[in-house]
């Protein structure tokens, strides 16, 4: 079975610049959650959609933006990139909406902002 | 404020030695918790979680977690180590009202030696 499929794996962009990324959830796996990892640190919550509806948001500004399709899987808009945007960003999917039994991750992709 | 702390941002240890990762958690409300391991260039993969129950969880990869609620913690073990389980390993809490936001600590390496 395919996990958590991630595209781009790898993305270079200038300051100012849009980007999206995509993520396709484990078939069946209706939840789809976006995490920012900084290198060095952990991840940081950015967005969870369940049933393409937005069910939480971190604290992240508005230049960040996402959505999920009807086939559940998800886009991540990233709009005026700035040099601290540069990470690596990972996507999750779980079955239900809560991650009570854990996510299961994507390889991510890594953004690189110039 | 919730946070996760993860005190040891490396840990050197010689193969088939025993490891204690240590996480400290702090919320005012029940959490889950749960184990994250991220090799290289790859995306979390969950080690094991605490949801309730007993306070002895045993996870994939022959290891093991203690939840301790006196004293907020939920330290990572393994009685013998592999040079394989090198990696970095995540703390994760989920507030039991909004299980879809994971707070991630800081991760730690660990490093096994030969």
């Known amino acids: 079975d395919a996990g958590v499929t991630q595209s781009p794996t790898h993305l270079i962009k200038t300051r100012g610049q849009q980007v999206t990324l995509r993520c396709s959830p484990i078939?069946?796996?209706?939840?789809v959650s976006w995490y920012q990892q900084v290198l060095g640190q952990g991840p940081q919550f950015i967005f969870q959609?369940?049933?393409?509806?937005?069910?939480g948001r971190g604290n992240f500004p508005d230049r960040f933006s996402a959505r999920q399709f009807p086939n559940y899987s998800s886009e991540l808009n990233v709009n005026a990139l700035l040099l601290g945007d540069s990470a690596l960003y990972l996507c999750?999917?779980?079955?239900?909406?809560?991650?009570?039994?854990?996510?299961?991750f994507g390889s991510g992709t890594r953004l690189t902002v110039v | 404020a919730q946070s996760v702390t993860q005190l040891d941002s490396q840990v050197p240890v010689f193969e088939e030695a025993p490891v204690k990762l240590r996480c400290n958690y702090s919320?005012?409300?029940?959490?889950?918790l749960f184990w994250y391991v991220q090799y290289p260039n790859q995306g979390l993969q969950l080690l094991l979680k605490?949801?309730?129950?007993?306070?002895l969880v045993k996870g994939i990869n022959g290891f093991e977690a203690e939840f301790n609620k006196s004293q907020t913690s939920f330290h990572l073990r393994k009685p013998s180590v592999h040079i394989s389980d090198t990696a970095e390993y995540f703390c994760?809490?989920?507030?039991?009202?909004?299980?879809?936001?994971?707070?991630f600590g800081t991760g730690t390496r660990l490093k096994v030696l030969a």
């Open positions: 999750a999917s779980s079955l239900q909406h809560g991650g009570l039994y854990g996510y299961t």
């Open positions: 919320s005012s409300v029940s959490v889950y």
């Open positions: 959609y369940y049933e393409k509806e937005e069910r």
């Open positions: 078939s069946g796996h209706k939840s």
């Open positions: 994760a809490a989920a507030p039991d009202s909004g299980t879809y936001k994971y707070i």
């Open positions: 605490y949801l309730s129950g007993s306070t």
